[in-house]
């Protein structure tokens, strides 16, 4: 059978039983939408990170769009971002009228390098995003200073970070905001599209909930702007509170695979995952780095494991963003790394057995390349 970076089949058996039950809840329960699954999925959720709200929606890209507009952020301002990103964190701030500022990342964890933000600040500049990518956090102390000294929102893109900790505070939980994204491959995903913001701000709870419901605080009635039609399904409401009593059980079983990978590629010439001292990693991915990541990648298609790029093309680099107007070696450190990075198979399910044949096919393509 073909191993890939995730599959979600093996664990669907195991959590059969409670998956049908969550689904058969809901359509019992006489309420479709915005019913009592989604509601208790919000309260689970804040109560989990220790917040007031979370606003729940309908996918971790309107997340940060609905955020960033809670937020207040819109047409004419900038937002400073990276480029090594999902295209999403992106594609949001372009969909509210804002323009994204990148910044180059760190070539230790690939994050983004907060020593260059300040230079990147202008009159414009009306929020800070930190992309807390494949499962470990930015560096956050210098954004939150910045953040204070030039009056800036600060909203963190949790897409890839559910339940990392930086210096003992959750991901999402250190900034104006936090959106998180439960499409099904996150460290919390569900069967099809999810997302939700968090927030301890009263007013930003209040926009956001009105934003992802038209407009309306009551129906039928837009009051201040129109808004979105953005709002998560019961169903999957359903299962992620289900997932939720289960959450620590996959953050364990992925620091397991991660720790298995350490020991049986120490010795080879990849560059495996570094950890920034003070981060608890979750692992949404497991990235590492080789000069000859393309033949590697091919190679291994003969045992029928089929690896990612996460990512392949830097934001900046992409035709549709050719507008912003950046060159080709403007961010050099994310340029040089989306040419050697590639993630190994990686998810809570994976077996020990389809691990090892992982990591026995990877050592053979090493030793021959
Ligand atoms: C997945 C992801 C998103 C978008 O989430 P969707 O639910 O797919 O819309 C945004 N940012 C990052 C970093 C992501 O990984």
Same mark, same amino acid.
């Given at each position: ?30 309420? +479709?939408? +915005? ?10 959720? @804040? ?27 819109? !047409? ?11 295209? !999403? ?40 995003? !930190?992309?807390? %990518? ?12 910045? @953040? ?102 996959? +953050? ?9 990978? @350490?020991?049986? %590629? ?17 692992? =949404? ?40 107007? =950046?060159?080709?070696?403007? %961010? ?5 790394? @989306? ?5 190994? !198979? ?24």
């Amino acid at each position: 059978m073909t191993t890939r970076v995730w599959d979600y089949l093996a664990e669907y058996e195991q959590e059969r039983d409670d998956i049908l039950d969550a689904v058969d809840t809901v359509f019992r329960s006489g309420l +479709l939408v +915005l019913g009592e699954s989604v509601r208790g999925f919000e309260r689970e959720y @804040a109560d989990y990170h220790g917040v007031r709200h979370c606003v729940s929606c309908d996918n971790g890209t309107n997340a940060i769009v609905l955020a960033l507009r809670a937020l207040g952020v819109g !047409p004419g301002d900038e937002v400073i971002t990276v480029s090594n990103t999902a295209a !999403p964190t992106v594609i949001a701030i372009d969909q509210v009228g804002a323009t994204p500022v990148f910044v180059d990342i760190r070539p230790d964890d690939y994050l983004m390098d907060t020593s260059q933000v300040e230079a990147a600040i202008t009159s414009r500049t009306k929020c800070l995003l !930190p992309v807390h %990518l494949y499962g470990q956090c930015v560096n956050m102390a210098p954004l939150e200073a910045l @953040a204070a000294k030039h009056d800036l929102a600060l909203l963190e893109d949790c897409a890839q970070s559910h339940g990392a900790r930086h210096h003992g505070r959750l991901a999402g939980t250190m900034g104006d905001a936090a959106a998180f994204s439960f499409y099904p491959t996150k460290v919390l995903g569900a069967y099809g599209d999810g997302g939700a913001t968090i927030t301890n701000d009263d007013q930003v709870e209040a926009n956001l909930r009105r934003l992802r419901y038209y407009g309306m605080e009551k129906q039928y009635y837009v009051t201040s702007t129109p808004g979105h039609n953005s709002r998560l399904d019961e169903v999957h409401a359903e299962i992620l509170r289900r997932k939720l009593t289960r959450f620590d059980s996959y +953050l364990a079983a992925r620091r397991r695979v991660a720790d298995r990978y @350490a020991e049986g %590629l120490a010795d080879t010439s990849l560059v495996l995952p570094s950890i920034t001292p003070g981060n608890d990693h979750v692992y =949404y991915l497991y990235v590492v780095r080789h000069p000859k990541r393309d033949e590697i990648i091919e190679r291994l298609e003969a045992y029928d494991i089929m690896l990612n790029v996460s990512y392949r093309w830097p934001v900046h680099t992409m035709s549709g963003f050719a507008h912003l107007g =950046y060159e080709t070696g403007s %961010l050099p450190v994310t340029e040089r790394l @989306a040419d050697e990075i590639f993630s190994l !198979p990686m998810y809570a399910s994976l077996s020990e057995d389809v691990q090892d044949k992982v990591i026995s096919a990877i050592r053979e393509v090493l030793a021959t390349i």
